[in-house]
């Protein structure tokens, strides 16, 4: 089972404050690398594993302070367009968790939808946030669309293969800490 | 059934995802042919208007003849700096202007020299240089010619 159902707010809150912190310290990190970040994963395998609820929480709270303590400045409808588009990861992930891990096959096969998963859900994000930001610019819409290329393709990419490599020892990895908390408690 | 509706559902999904890299790649490389032809326009206007466009004649003797044709050389080039831009160019100057001693190291053979000459296109008939090599300013469309000659 994969699916933990969290009674506790206390635990809920705990778990939506380290699971953000995760993403925000990992974003930190990776500032140098335009588009290419951990992020979407660990928002994903949070809806997936605690529900949708935790994971479009741990979207928002994450670009509440990415956004707002941003290098490369901050736009009030970018920042919305950016915290409700890294929300949909997480109600996905929380969707999709709903049926369970062993639902989606074997390992392999696992990581493979989740590689399509994640690079259609970052297609859908680019797509909304690159509209957002060319309108809220005042840039064309298609140039701001067409100049987005090299970055959409960058972010949906790594995403594709974070998502693939890193999805399901995440989730075994949170499984395997929930259960052995459990058990000490 | 159910099973193989998932799985189809599956491939469906890894095929639009292919369908978008190769979209979006399709789109970038037009958009840089684009912005590159742009470029590439601008450059080649920048260029004409900085250059000319002209037709050099080079006959070493023997039946060695080389053309440069529809060449370009600097706006307001000399006779002299054109073929400095083609060639490799030993020359002295002189009372009456520069006087070309080698062309591409061919040059300095007794009473052989390096003389020039135009193609007058009224007359349809090639004309001597009237002045030294650097006091003839080449035009658009200008035909030149050196010839090693033997008197």
């Known amino acids: 089972m994969t699916k933990y159902r969290v009674e506790s707010q206390a635990l809920k809150v705990s778990l939506i404050a380290v699971l953000t912190a995760a993403c925000i310290a990992s974003n930190y990190l990776l500032i140098g690398v335009v588009n290419v970040k951990f992020m979407d994963l660990i928002v994903f395998v949070s809806g997936f594993v605690f529900g949708p609820a935790v994971g479009a929480s741990v979207g928002i709270m994450t670009w509440l302070v990415y956004g ?8 009030l409808p970018i920042f919305i367009a950016t915290s409700i588009g890294e929300s949909l990861y997480g109600i996905i ?10 639902y989606f096959g074997a390992k392999l096969t696992v990581s493979i939808k989740f590689a399509i998963v994640g690079f259609l859900l970052t297609f859908i994000y680019d797509l909304a946030t690159n509209i957002v930001s060319g309108l809220s ?18 972010h949906e990419a790594s995403n594709a293969a974070f998502f693939f490599v890193g999805a399901l020892p995440l989730i075994s990895a949170i499984g395997r800490l929930l259960h052995r908390g459990g058990d000490d408690g | 059934m159910a099973d193989r509706r998932n799985i189809w559902m599956w491939v469906s999904a890894a095929l639009l995802c292919t369908t978008i890299i190769v979209s979006y790649m399709a789109i970038n490389y037009q958009a840089q042919t684009i912005k590159l032809t742009a470029n590439y326009e601008a450059l080649k206007k920048d260029v004409e208007s900085l250059t000319v466009k002209i037709n050099m004649k080079i006959d070493y003797g023997g039946g060695d003849v080389v053309w440069f ?13 054109a073929t400095q831009v083609l060639t490799d160019v030993e020359y002295k100057n002189s009372d009456f202007g520069a006087f070309i001693t080698k062309i ?48």
């Open chain 1, 68 to 75: 707002t303590l941003n290098p490369y400045g901050f736009l």
């Open chain 1, 93 to 102: 992930g929380g969707l999709l968790g709903l049926r369970g891990i062993e």
């Open chain 1, 137 to 154: 610019v005042g840039i064309p819409l298609p140039i701001a669309l067409v100049s987005g290329i090299p970055f959409a393709l960058a």
């Open chain 2, 69 to 81: 044709n529809n060449t370009r050389v600097p706006l307001d080039a000399s006779l002299l700096t």
């Open chain 2, 104 to 151: 591409n190291a061919v040059g300095g053979d007794a009473n052989t020299f390096w003389l020039w000459y135009y193609y007058d296109v009224e007359s349809h008939s090639w004309k001597n240089g009237e002045t030294g090599s650097n006091a003839w300013v080449l035009h658009n469309g200008d035909i030149v010619a050196w010839s090693y000659t033997t008197f």
